[in-house]
């Protein structure tokens, strides 16, 4: 299927945008069927709105957490449990690729 460039009209500004061939083809390949309602500015806005800044993804939480296997002080983005061996990133590698 050939897409053309298409002009969009945005929802929250009222601004004109293009919607490339290139994107609608993005689109297509993702599944999507509605065209984007905004423009790339609003768009980008309204994520750092949702998420308090430029970082399209919320900081992750990590907790600290002593290696069982080395004994060196790392972090985990989960929260340990008593009695449950807990790997920095290194030693986690070395027993993953060893099973």
Do not use: H
């Not at 500015?41 to 998420?51: I, K, L, N, P, V």
């Not at 972090?75 to 993953?96: A, H, L, N």
Request: net charge neutral; aromatic share 12%; glycine share 6%.
């Amino acid at each position: 299927m050939d897409f053309e460039d298409r002009s969009l009209q945005c929802s929250d500004c009222g601004a004109t945008f293009t919607f490339s061939a290139e994107e609608q083809q993005f689109f297509q390949s993702k599944g999507y069927t509605n065209d984007p309602k905004r423009c790339p500015a609003c768009r980008e806005a309204r994520r750092a709105m949702r998420y308090g800044s430029n970082d399209y993804r919320p900081q992750r939480q990590m907790f600290p957490a002593v290696c069982a296997e080395c004994g060196k002080e790392t972090e985990v983005p989960f929260e340990p449990v008593q009695g449950r061996p807990v790997y920095c990133s290194e030693c986690y590698q070395k027993i993953r690729t060893n099973q």
